[in-house]
């Protein structure tokens, strides 16, 4: 579950383990998902310095209703 996505807090609820130190004990990263987990911070970090550069640009334009959504 946890190589398909699934964060580890729903994986152990699903799995029925009452301490998240139970699923830890049988989550063993692999390559892959490492590679994964990079390539979605960089995803992550482009989307922040979008919202960021937006956010900027309604600041200095004025849209206050914009401003205000990106400023959430």
Do not use: W
């Amino acid at each position: 579950m946890i190589e398909a996505g699934v964060d580890i807090v729903t994986a152990s609820k699903i799995l029925g383990h009452s301490d998240i130190k139970m699923t830890m004990r049988y989550c063993h990263p692999t390559v892959e998902t490492m590679q994964r987990a990079v390539d979605n911070l960089g995803e992550i970090f482009e989307k922040l310095q979008q919202k960021d550069v937006d956010y900027q640009t309604a600041k200095k334009a004025g849209n206050q209703t914009l401003y205000s959504f990106l400023n959430n």
